[in-house]
């Protein structure tokens, strides 16, 4: 799967605003002031989404000149692509399918039904999945509810009940269903024009259905509720945003992968607590994905875009190989010029996190937590010199003694080095042993665990994966 600079770091969009063209603003002011009947200026200012000040602010502007010439041509409104949107809608499905299995695994936790159906269903990718879900619901509901009802039952499973009755009266083959019946309390056709009319007079065209029904009703007037008033301008397409907000343009998540080694680097930071309230010591950390191998490491009193690129540089000399490309939040320090002009000479792509997004950086993250939950981890560092002695100790214990369930329950250093093909032998041979000297013991015959073949920063959901 290759990448460009543009797939890892999304170039950072301004908040877009709504843009009046020239030619615009003289067709609604010629069209304003064409309109005669009552309410017609109304509904077009509803419509078109529009003020009265903004038709007063136009005219003036038309008859001082200031229209005529032509409009300034805006940035280009950022697109996404179809593979943005296709990777987009596969995520919400993903995840609604994962919120079904999650439901329905509790359903079925409490009626005391095996769950290895629904296992399989979880780890089947594509349209298949959903149907093996619907099956599995279906399974458990007939069983659940006789004994709790249907309502319970549905309830337990997350299953809508109107699924459930409209299976038990199907309608015929070939036939439409018929149109939903107005409810006998509806307001008329008259009535319906009568609150269109008022909400476009002169009086009401800038304000909100809800100014509007107070106001009556302050003065002794109930036309509807104001849910209705909306229901009639939804109905005549005049429900529009008029607020001059920014529109944000959609943030791209990261989607990194490494198939081996000194591929993709992260790098985060976290607070160490000095000997004092409000002292604190900087832990720099960067961590190689694919082998979880800690790179580098330094402890510092403060942190600064300068001190984020010497560690960097020292990171790759110590390696000796540089990364294709490096992922980290959107700190201070990581988003620094000092840090972006050295990864720009080195030819190393940069990647952020989204902002206010907590598992965009999940390597960092889960590393961290591993060094706050040892046992031997203190709750405050005496001296900048102690928490460095500790973090050396440290590291050099994750780096080659810690087993990481990750990789296969291998070492960080012996999958960045290479040395696992030959642990795995070794591995199996004192696994074939204990299996020939009791097979009995075992369902089929063990073999060690293996390690994934690429690891993922946001892995995309039913994409093939090429390298």
């Known amino acids: 799967m290759t990448m460009s600079n543009a797939d890892l770091e999304p170039r950072a969009e301004r908040p877009k605003r709504r843009v009046f ?36 602010e136009w005219r003036k502007a038309r008859d001082a000149g200031a229209l005529s010439g032509p409009t300034p041509r805006p940035g280009r409104k950022p697109q996404r692509s179809r593979e943005q949107v296709e990777l987009e809608r596969l995520r919400r499905d993903n995840e609604r399918m994962a919120a079904e299995l999650a439901r329905t695994k509790a359903a079925l936790d409490v009626g005391g039904k095996s769950t290895r159906a629904l296992g399989d269903a979880l780890r089947e990718r594509g349209a298949d999945a959903r149907k ?7 399974e458990a509901f007939v069983e659940l509810a006789p004994v709790t009802g249907i309502k319970q039952a549905c309830r337990l499973l997350g299953k809508p009940r109107s699924s459930h009755y409209r299976r038990l009266r199907p309608a015929p083959a070939g036939q439409a269903r018929p149109p939903r019946p107005a409810p006998p309390n509806a307001l008329s056709r008259a009535e319906r024009d009568q609150v269109a009319a008022v909400l476009h007079s002169e009086r009401f065209a800038d304000k909100s259905p809800a100014q509007v029904w107070a106001t009556l009703l302050d003065e002794g007037v109930y036309l509807c509720s104001e849910s209705t008033m909306y229901r009639i301008l939804r109905e005549r397409g005049e429900v529009r945003e008029r607020r001059r907000q920014a529109q944000h343009p959609p943030r791209v998540r990261p989607e990194l992968v490494a198939h081996g080694p000194n591929e993709i680097w992260s790098w985060d930071i976290t607070k160490l607590h000095g000997p004092h309230r409000g002292v604190y010591y ?5 961590i190689d994905i694919y082998s979880r191998y800690v790179v580098g490491w330094q402890v510092a009193a403060r942190e600064s875009g300068e001190l984020a690129e010497e560690f960097i540089a020292e990171a790759i000399a110590r390696i000796g190989v540089a990364p294709r490309a490096v992922h980290a939040d959107r700190g201070t320090a990581m988003t620094s010029k000092p840090v972006a002009a050295l990864l720009a000479d080195l030819n ?20 961290f937590k591993t060094l706050k939950h040892c046992p031997a981890f203190p709750g405050r560092f ?10 050396a100790e440290f590291f050099t214990y994750y780096n080659h003694d810690h087993r990481h369930r990750g990789i296969g329950l291998h070492t960080p250093a012996s999958v960045h080095f290479g040395t696992v093909e030959k642990i795995r032998e070794e591995r199996a041979k004192v696994l074939d042993a204990a299996y020939a000297a009791n097979p009995d013991r075992f369902r089929s ?16 959901p039913a994409t093939t994966q090429t390298s």
């Not at 093996?132 to 279906?138: D, G």
């Not at 900087?282 to 960067?286: A, R, T």
């Open 132 to 138: 093996q879900v619907e099956q599995v619901i279906e």
């Open 282 to 286: 900087d832990l720099y950390v960067m």
């Open 382 to 391: 005496g001296s900048i010199a102690d928490a460095r002695a500790f973090c």
């Open 21 to 56: 063209t020239n030619e615009y603003k003289l067709a609604i002011v010629a069209e304003y002031d064409a309109l005669t009947e009552s309410g017609a200026r109304g509904a077009l200012l509803r419509r078109e989404g529009l003020y009265h000040s903004h038709l007063i």
């Open 445 to 460: 015959r063990p073999t060690p665990p293996t390690i994934p073949g690429a690891a993922w920063i946001n892995e995309p």
């Open 348 to 367: 190393i792509d940069r990647s952020h996190s989204r902002p206010k997004v907590s598992n965009d950086n999940p390597f960092s993250e889960a590393q």
